[in-house]
């Protein structure tokens, strides 16, 4: 098999990895049963728990978009290896042969496909809690793209380092928080730009 075909048949198992991921999710509809309310519930918890009239939430906005972000990021993550360890369906995934590279990258880009639902939602619902204004559209999608991947790929990694533990549902966040922050820092500066007009400083 030459170079080029091996990198077919690598692109082709990603595919199936992330196909079957998402038909599970689709079927199960975790994601408009439960992840979406959560997001939401979330984002109006915080706009109950800061005060409207002294403009917090405005300001604070991008910011509390992406914590509910991160708290939607640590469920799917955590959904995403139960799904794997239930009957021992990852053992089956490893003994079909597949390049564990491509099974990596498969569960990361239907966890990114997820989670960019769930962003475009969290975004609208911050447009209405909170009463911002998006003016720079094409910088929250410039950096909402990257940084939602970031997300997943973290979460993957971790959630499949934790996944052996027994304390997992505990372990994923305390790996997860630390070393996603620098994301969380660029994608909220980058979203208070795209949010306030200031597309320059994005």
């Given amino acids: 098999?030459?170079?080029q075909d091996r990198t077919v048949s690598f692109w082709r198992q990603v595919g199936l990895i992330a196909a079957k991921d998402i038909r599970i999710e689709g079927r199960s509809r975790v994601l408009v049963g439960q992840l979406l309310p959560f997001g939401l519930c979330v984002l109006l918890l915080f706009?109950?728990?800061?005060?409207?009239?002294r403009g917090i939430l405005r300001r604070?906005?991008?910011?509390?978009i992406w914590l509910a972000m991160l708290f939607c990021t640590v469920l799917v993550c955590q959904r995403s290896q139960q799904v794997e360890q239930s009957d021992g369906a990852l053992d089956t995934v490893l003994l079909l042969g597949l390049d564990p590279a491509a099974v990596f990258g498969?569960?990361?880009s239907a966890i990114g496909v997820v989670l960019g639902c769930v962003l475009v939602v969290l975004g609208?619902?911050?447009?209405?809690?909170?009463?911002?204004?998006?003016?720079?559209?094409?910088?929250?999608?410039a950096a909402g793209v990257p940084a939602t991947c970031g997300l997943a790929a973290a979460g993957t990694l971790y959630g499949a380092l934790a996944g052996g533990s027994?304390?997992?549902?505990t372990l994923l966040p305390l790996l997860l928080l630390p070393a996603v922050a620098p994301v969380?820092?660029?994608?909220?500066?980058?979203?208070?730009?795209g949010l306030y007009g200031v597309t320059a400083e994005g």
């Fill in 1 to 3: 098999m030459n170079a």
């Fill in 47 to 53: 706009a109950f728990a800061l005060d409207p009239d």
């Fill in 60 to 64: 604070v906005a991008p910011g509390l």
């Fill in 106 to 108: 498969g569960k990361a």
């Fill in 124 to 141: 609208a619902g911050g447009t209405v809690f909170f009463g911002a204004e998006p003016r720079g559209l094409g910088l929250l999608v």
């Fill in 166 to 169: 027994r304390a997992r549902d």
């Fill in 184 to 193: 969380l820092i660029g994608a909220t500066r980058a979203w208070e730009s």
